[in-house]
C-alpha cells in the first residue's frame, strides 16, 4: 500500500539476530523483552532470535519508555515469526527478529504523526488535561461529546461552558471530590497521585472451563511469511488505541479484522482512520434481535475476540467469558481493561492518560515548578496492543503445537503501568555515538475513504515481515458484517 520504496532495514526483512548495529539479544542483555516474553508463555530459546539497532535517542523520559516500547514490538515481532514458521511446515526454523528503534517510536507516536489531506488532527480537545485544584492537580479526559457533557454536568456547569470557567471551578474543589463527582456522573476525571505499588500483572492466563481446555481448533494451512494470520478471523470489540492498535497489528498480518460498534456510540474519524488501517468496520446493536442474530452468526466461526469495554460490561449482552465459551470453547478471548481487573477501580471507565495519572506516572514526570507531566507517547496504550496481538499470535501457536482448547487472557493499561514504573532498569546511556532519529523514514503516504492520509509504518520486525498494511482504513462503521 505504501507510495515510496522502503529500504529492507526499516521493512523488516534484513539482518539477523547480532548482525552489526544491534543492540544485543534478548536472551542475553535485554531484560524487558525476556520478561515480556515469559509473561507471554514464549519459548526462552527463541529469544536468542531478537536484536535491535536503529536510533536510540527516541521516546526520551525519565521512566524507561524506549525499553518498554521495543520490547512490546520485539515480543509481537517474534511471536508472528513463530507463528509464520508454525504455518510453514517441516522444521522451518523461527526467523530472526530485528527491530529498528526508529520504527518503534514513531509507531508508538502514530496518532500524533497521522496527516489527513494535509491536516493534523487534534489529539485532546480544550476539556482535557492537567487542571490546577484546591489541594492539587486533576487530569481530565472529555475528547468525545458525552464526556464533555457528562464532565460539565457534574460539576454544575452549563453544556457550552468553555475551558476558562471549567478551569475556575475546578480550581475551588478538592482533587478527589472532582473525581468521585465525575465517576458518579459517568464522566472522567482522575486526581494526579503519587507512584502506585499496586503490582498489577502484566497478563493473565486465565483457566477456562473443562470442555474448552480440550476442544479441538481448526487446523491451519500454509500461509506466506508476511501473513502468519492468514484465515484467523477476529472480532474486534475495542475503542481508542490500545483495542485497536492491537487487532491493526493482527490485520498487518494477514487475519480478518472486523471492527463492531455500537449505533449509539459514535467514535472519533481520526482516530479510526489512525488505528483502522488493514481493518474493516461495521455497527451493530446488540439490543436489536435482528442486529444480534449476525453477531451470532459472525461469533460461531470467529476464532478469536478481542474486547476493550469495562469489566463486566458486556455480561448484560450474553458476551461473558463463561459464556462465550460455552458457545465457542476453543475460543482466543483477549479482554482489556483501564484500571486492572480486581480492586475497587477495576470497574471504571479509563484512558491512557487517566491511567499514568492515577497511578504516579504524571508525578514522576512532572515539571520543575510542580505541574504533571506525561509520558513522551501513549506508551500504555501502545505497548500494551502490541502485547495483545502477540498474545493472539503466541496462542495460535500454543493451540496446534501444545494444547488445544480455549484461550483466555486478561490485560489492563495499569498492568503494563506497573511494569513501566517497577519492573524494568533503566538501561545506561551507550558510550558509541548515537544515530540520529529522522520519523520520515518510517512514515509513507496513501490515498483513504478519508483523504490522502500521512501515517506511521508498522514497526514489526522479523525476516519477511510486512513492510505496510493491505489495505487503508475505511469509512468507519461502513462494512457489510460478513467474513471475507
Known sequence: MTDRPLPADIAGTAGTAGTAGAVGSAGAADGPTAHAWTALGGPAELLERVAFHGPEDVLPSGLPVRQLARATVAVCSLAAAELAAHRAGGPSPVAAVRVNQGAVATAFISERHLAVDGRTPVSFTPHSGFWRT????????????????????????AADAGPERLAEVLGTLPAERVQERAYE?????VAVAPVSTAGHPLVEHLEVGATARSAPVRPLAGAPVDRPAAGIRVLDLTRVI?????????????????????PRLPEAED???????????TRLDLAEPADR???????????VVVSGYRPGALDAHGLSPDA?????????????????????????????????????????????????GVLPAQALDHGTGYLIAAAVLRALTDQRTRRPGGR??????????????????????RATPDEPYDPSHWLAETDSA?????????????????????RPPGRWGTDEPVWL
Open 134 to 157: 484546591a489541594d492539587g492537580w486533576v487530569r481530565t479526559h472529555a475528547n468525545y461529546p458525552h464526556h464533555r457533557a457528562r464532565l460539565l454536568s457534574a460539576l454544575g456547569l
Open 185 to 189: 456522573a459517568g464522566a472522567l476525571a
Open 242 to 262: 490500545a483495542g485497536p492498535v492491537a487487532t491493526r497489528t493482527l490485520a498487518l498480518l494477514g487475519a480478518d479484522v472486523l471492527r463492531i460498534d455500537s
Open 271 to 281: 482516530a479510526h482512520a489512525d488505528t483502522g488501517f488493514g481493518k474493516r468496520s
Open 293 to 303: 442474530a449476525v453477531f451470532e452468526e459472525l461469533l460461531a466461526t470467529a476464532d
Open 324 to 372: 462465550l465459551f460455552a458457545r465457542r470453547p476453543d475460543l482466543i478471548l483477549v479482554q482489556l481493561c483501564a484500571w486492572g481487573w480486581t480492586g475497587p477501580w477495576a470497574g471504571r471507565r479509563g484512558f491512557d492518560s487517566l491511567v499514568q495519572a492515577g497511578v504516579g506516572i504524571a508525578g514522576h514526570e512532572a515539571a520543575p515548578a510542580g505541574r504533571p
Open 408 to 429: 483466555h487472557l486478561r490485560f489492563s493499561l495499569a498492568g503494563t503501568a506497573d511494569w513501566l514504573l517497577h519492573g524494568i532498569e533503566p538501561e545506561a546511556p
Open 450 to 470: 478519508y483523504g490522502r492520509l500521512r501515517h506511521a509504518l508498522p514497526p514489526i520486525g522479523y525476516d519477511g515481515a510486512p513492510a505496510d498494511w493491505s
